[in-house]
């Protein structure tokens, strides 16, 4: 009695373990939070669409990055609830959406200080040319 | 006996299918491949090759992934993350470019005439 007692508790418990949840790394996580952060805090949400730079149905495509960022976040989150281990690897790619999106803010900002840069010489060298005249 | 020779035949036929389409990879897998190359031959391998290594690092995996296991989601999955590393790093080059463009324009002293001279430079090497 004692031993199907014993047997029927280890059963169960190997059951629960089988269908434990399991835990996305905290640090990982964190990571995660603060790169969506620094995208929004750069205006990823505001970028204009480009010829060179634009997503799916035609979003700018720093948007579009980090849309599908979180949206992979929340799929690895459920996969995690489920006790899959695949997991890890989906957070990792919510990580290069991420990451990809921080990427296309910080450039759109560089690329506009160097538009910027170059009609400031144009107006310096035309200001000279007149000057000298 | 010919019924027997036919069944063979049609038994190394299947085979042969089996493995050469064991042996083809996946879509997203030759993709990132064709992207590092052009990376690396372009901009990023001038500019950003120690973003262009992490995005070798995650290919790397997801060939051995291909290699051990064949096209699982777990090779697409690399293969996913690889493809963004390296457009990563050609965003990363263009970045750089700018950054070199703000600077050399600084140096030359063409913003000079702006009532902050010098703030661009600075701000351009800060970041």
Redesign the interface.
């Known amino acids: 009695m004692t031993n199907q007692l014993l047997f029927s508790l280890a059963v169960a418990l190997l059951g629960f373990t089988g269908c434990a949840s399991l835990q996305l790394p905290r640090d990982q996580i964190e990571h995660f939070d603060t790169s969506v952060r620094s995208a929004k805090e750069m205006g990823a949400l505001s970028l204009p669409t480009t010829k060179e730079h634009h997503g799916a149905l035609g979003m700018p495509a720093a948007k579009a990055?980090l849309e599908l960022a979180k949206d992979q976040a929340e799929v690895a989150k459920t996969m995690a609830a489920a006790g899959d281990s695949?997991a890890v690897?989906?957070l990792?790619?919510a990580q290069?959406?991420a990451?990809?999106a921080v990427?296309?803010a910080?450039?759109a900002a560089?690329?506009s200080?160097?538009l910027q840069?170059?009609d400031?010489?144009k107006?310096?060298?035309a200001?000279e040319t007149r000057r000298s005249r | 006996m010919k019924t027997h020779h036919k069944n063979l035949i049609l038994a190394v036929a299947l085979a042969a299918l089996t493995s050469a389409c064991a042996t083809v990879a996946p879509a997203q897998l030759v993709g990132v491949r064709d992207s590092f190359a052009a990376a690396s031959a372009g901009l990023p391998g001038k500019l950003t090759p120690s973003a262009l290594y992490d995005a070798k690092q995650v290919l790397d995996q997801a060939n051995k992934e291909f290699e051990t296991r064949g096209d699982t989601?777990?090779c697409r999955?690399?293969a996913?993350?690889a493809q963004?590393?390296v457009?990563?790093a050609e965003?990363?080059a263009?970045?750089e470019q700018?950054?070199e463009?703000?600077i050399d324009?600084?140096r030359?002293g063409?913003?000079?005439?702006?009532a902050q001279p010098g703030s661009?430079l600075s701000?351009?090497e800060s970041?």
Do not use: C, P, W
């Not at chain 2, 063409?110 to 702006?114: E, F, H, K, M, Q």
């Open positions: 990055h695949r690897l989906f990792a790619r290069s959406e990451d990809l990427g296309l910080r450039q560089m690329h200080r160097a840069a170059t400031d010489q107006s310096a060298i200001f | 989601t777990t999955d690399y996913y993350i963004n590393k457009e990563l965003v990363m263009g970045t700018d950054r463009t703000i324009l600084a030359a063409a913003v000079a005439s702006n661009l701000s351009a970041r």
